[in-house]
Each structure stands twice: as C-alpha cells, then as structure tokens.
C-alpha cells in the first residue's frame, strides 16, 4: 500500500513563504496523480492544488492561484507545494493524496491519504 508522508509545516509571518513535501514510500509515485488538500479549524476540507502523473497538468484552488506552486520529481518520489505570500487565512493542516485513477488531476476520488501537516500563519 503507498504510504505518504507531508513535511515541511510550521509557522510563518503572513507575506512569507513555506514548501510542503509529500514522500512517497513502498511503491512509486509515478502512477499516481497528486492533490494537496487542507483543513482549517471548524472548516471542511478543501482541494488546495493537484498535479498530474506527468506533471503536465495541474490545477489550483482560485484562493491560492499565483500565490502557491505545486510540483513533482518522480525521481525522488516527492511532490512539492511551494507556498508564497502566505496569508493568516491559509492556516490550515495540509495533506497531500493520491489518485491511482486519474488521467489528469483532480480533488475526488483520492486512494491513499498522508497524515498531514500543520501550516501557521501568523504574527
């Protein structure tokens, strides 16, 4: 079963910057489309970015448009979301998923999940 694991969480001024990482073990994540997703206190989930197998599409949420960067290097079985422009409202934990499916990308359908990690924003 791929196992995946988000780092790269912690607390940032608002107008700073932070990369998540998502780490895939046991199996490649060359087969797999990728979402980032987060959780705000008292919130729903919602998708945040995803990428394709091949990283030739991706799609983000309208909140994060030309503020947050999602990509991948299957070489080293990673997905990164490069985060800029943070705001307090992006305070959230972040997950990143995998869809086994997909021939682009999307936010429905995720096979394997992380655990998460916990974004900050604040002064």
């Known amino acids: 079963q791929l196992q995946l694991v988000e780092s790269g969480g912690g607390l940032v001024q608002p107008g700073g910057s932070l990369r998540l990482s998502c780490a895939a073990s046991?199996?490649?994540?060359?087969?797999?489309?990728i979402g980032w997703f987060r959780q705000a206190p008292g919130k729903e989930r919602e998708g945040v970015a995803c990428?394709?197998?091949?990283?030739?599409?991706?799609n983000y949420a309208d909140s994060v448009k030309g503020r947050f960067t999602i990509s991948r290097n299957n070489a080293k079985n990673t997905v990164y979301l490069q985060m800029n422009s943070l705001k307090p409202e992006d305070t959230a934990v972040y997950y990143c998923?995998?869809?086994?499916?997909?021939?682009?990308?999307?936010?429905?359908?995720?096979?394997?999940w992380g655990k998460g990690t916990l974004v900050t924003v604040s002064s």
């Open positions: 990428i394709s197998r091949s990283g030739g599409s991706t």
């Open positions: 998923a995998a869809d086994a499916r997909s021939t682009g990308c999307s936010y429905y359908g995720m096979d394997y």
């Open positions: 046991r199996f490649t994540l060359d087969y797999y489309a």
